[in-house]
């Protein structure tokens, strides 16, 4: 099955929607309560899986599949590409010096968050084309749209 670029972009940008929602409501809270660096994180990634799959859940419930079959759907479609999203933007915040502790007054902290964000879009973007291409990922939530 071909795979246009255009399509993973779209399925990349959906997922980076929920992830940035809930990596940054994870990294705000996480910092502004003082938690460690690696609480944070596990903060930031569980946020953005439930914001993740949230948004792609609500989209799939639209075409009147029940609970089960639309979460389902949402997992089967979302899980990789918010797996890897995740490890590369918390490991490029993790690796920007000082960005963890600037605060959440200081520019690196939000520069570093935003570098962070696209650099994981870039490498999301080929890992979603792939899924895509072998039916699977964002594929699931078209054929649940279709059917």
């Given at each position: 099955?071909?795979?246009?670029?255009?399509?993973?972009?779209?399925?990349?940008?959906?997922?980076?929607?929920?992830?940035a929602i809930g990596e940054v409501l994870g990294m705000v809270i996480g910092t502004a309560i003082g938690l460690p660096g690696w609480g944070t994180v596990v903060l930031a990634v569980a946020l953005a899986f439930v914001f993740g799959y949230a948004?792609?859940?609500?989209?799939?419930?639209?075409?009147?599949?029940?609970?089960?079959?639309?979460?389902?759907?949402?997992?089967?479609?979302?899980?990789?590409?918010?797996?890897?999203?995740?490890?590369?933007?918390?490991?490029?915040?993790?690796?920007?010096?000082?960005?963890?502790?600037?605060?959440?007054?200081?520019?690196?902290?939000?520069?570093?968050?935003?570098?962070?964000?696209?650099?994981?879009?870039?490498?999301?973007?080929?890992?979603?084309?792939?899924?895509?291409?072998?039916?699977?990922?964002?594929?699931?939530?078209?054929?649940?749209?279709?059917?």
């Amino acid at each position: 099955m071909k795979t246009s670029w255009s399509t993973a972009v779209s399925a990349t940008l959906h997922c980076l929607t929920g992830c940035a929602i809930g990596e940054v409501l994870g990294m705000v809270i996480g910092t502004a309560i003082g938690l460690p660096g690696w609480g944070t994180v596990v903060l930031a990634v569980a946020l953005a899986f439930v914001f993740g799959y949230a948004l792609t859940l609500r989209g799939v419930l639209k075409t009147g599949l029940a609970f089960g079959a639309a979460l389902k759907v949402a997992l089967a479609a979302d899980t990789a590409s918010i797996a890897v999203m995740e490890v590369v933007d918390n490991a490029v915040m993790l690796l920007v010096p000082g960005a963890m502790e600037a605060g959440l007054a200081g520019l690196l902290f939000w520069g570093a968050l935003a570098f962070s964000l696209a650099v994981a879009f870039v490498l999301t973007v080929p890992v979603n084309r792939w899924l895509i291409s072998r039916g699977k990922g964002h594929a699931v939530v078209h054929h649940a749209h279709h059917h």
